[in-house]
């Protein structure tokens, strides 16, 4: 498997403004920018959500449609990455992009700014299919920044794959729902996807390039393929099987329509997306593997390091950050987060953390699940039937656990004492499971218990399998945190 690239610091650290800092690229760059020793400034309309904290980190508010804000924003800066595309607008996003691409080039000139680094669209602008709307409008973008007289690096880029992307997040979300889709013909355009790990890389190589003049970059993976052989090595490496049955014609808007349906994609953001799809996006000119010493990774690659890059972030993810952000909503009940189900609920106790961590540690094997124990060992019987661990491990002490231990049909993947325990599922399922306890102290004294559940279906049949059990699910999890919470309470 190719690694994913590396960038070495900086031999002279620059003041860097990053645009869209609370956006899908714009966010991973951050970390990479302050990793190899750049002072950076994150624009973003909302700068409150920006979560990463650093002290050369300075989050600011700039808008592009409002030239005064970058001109505060844009002061003091070397180089200003440009990475805004109004995809989701409800109104004319040509002209909002046409807009703010002008007011940001006046303002980086009239800051002194010594280079802007764009991510733009690849695509060919002379080939036999007239340019999308949204393709010509990233264009015209970059125009715009050359013609400001700052110099300016663009990066034309095809998919971006990665954990979380727009791309990955359509095609996951297809082959995840559909055992058989029906494919319109963008479905079969050629193109030449990036992993996103290859992406930062070459946006922060950009730096090291002369900032006297202007340049142009195709850059993309080491393969071409169309979004259906994406989705059918994604189908392979999860294990399930898709069937594609081609259709002659199918509108951009139906299609934004029917994904709309079926994706987590907004109607309209698909239909932008899929319009661009009409025009393959392939390297055609060589520049970037001459100027830098970068190895793009292939599609088997960047879709593998997609997953395990999810998995690795879900495990980092703190699910009462997430919530706090949502106001009081007191919890999840079967929501979808990318394909992961959730079910998150929880309960105030008048209990130290410690006091009401202590059931916690102590669940399962002889101590049982604290509520309606016959069910789980008939779902445990049934479990051993189909050849699954079932409830027979139990546990390897009746008062500790550590990481790695069995524990009936889980696996424990983390504990933190009087704090978190996280469990991963054995059983037969035709997906992947998880149950984690979160405690935390509350204002008051006592504790906040946090019970989460989380299912990663696989296919259909993992969706039918959560969901025909979601109301034994909602009784069991609500009654588990229940009996939780009282044990805490009792001394």
Sequence with gaps: MTAPQSIPPSPSPLRVLVTGATGYVGGRLLRRLLDAGHTVVAMARHPEHIRLRNDQLHPTYGDVLEYDSLVTALSDIDTAYYMIHSMG???????????????????????????????????????????????ASRMEVGRILRDSGVPTTEFRASIVIGSGSLSFEMIRALVERLPVMITPRWVSILAQPIGIDDLLAYLMAGLEQPQNEHAIYEIGGSETVSYGGLMQEYARQRGVRRRMLPVPVLTPHLSSLWLGLVTPIYARVGRKLISSL?????????????????????????????????????????????????????????????????????????????????????????????????????????????????????????????????????????????????????????????????????????????????????????????????????????????SIAQRAATP
């Excluded at 703010?100 to 303002?107: C, I, L, P, S, T």
């Excluded at 764009?118 to 709307?133: D, F, Q």
């Excluded at 793009?296 to 703190?318: H, K, S």
């Excluded at 309960?347 to 789980?376: D, E, K, L």
């Design 89 to 135: 607008a409800k109104r004319n996003f040509v002209e909002q992009d046409r807009i703010g691409a002008q007011n940001f080039a006046r303002a980086a000139r009239a800051c002194g700014v010594k280079c802007i680094i764009y991510l733009g669209g690849l695509a060919n602008e002379n080939g036999p299919v007239p340019l999308s709307t949204h393709m």
């Design 278 to 482: 009409r025009n393959a996006s392939i390297i055609t000119d060589p520049s970037a593997q001459r100027d830098f010493a970068i190895q793009p990774c292939g599609v088997e690659d960047m879709i593998r390091l997609a997953l395990r890059n999810e998995d690795r972030e879900f495990a980092e993810t703190r699910w009462s950050d997430a919530l706090s952000s949502m106001g009081d909503t007191q919890g999840w009940g079967g929501t979808a987060f990318g394909s992961r189900i959730i079910d998150s609920r929880s309960v105030q106790v008048s209990a130290s953390p410690a006091a009401a961590f202590t059931p916690i540690r102590r669940i399962g094997g002889r101590n049982g699940w604290y509520f309606c124990n016959f069910i789980w060992k008939i779902r445990g019987w049934i479990d051993l039937i189909v050849g699954g661990a079932g409830l027979r491990r139990g546990r390897r002490h009746p008062d500790e656990l550590a990481p790695g231990d069995s524990l009936d049909w889980w696996r424990v993947e983390a504990v933190e004492p009087d704090h978190l325990l996280r469990l991963r599922a054995e059983m037969k399922v035709p997906g992947r499971a998880w149950l984690e306890f979160e405690v935390t102290p509350d204002e008051r004294g006592g504790s906040e218990i946090r019970q989460t559940a989380i299912f990663d279906p696989v296919g259909i049949w993992g969706r039918i399998y959560w969901y025909s059990l979601y109301p034994i699910h909602q009784f069991i999890f609500a009654g588990m945190l229940r």
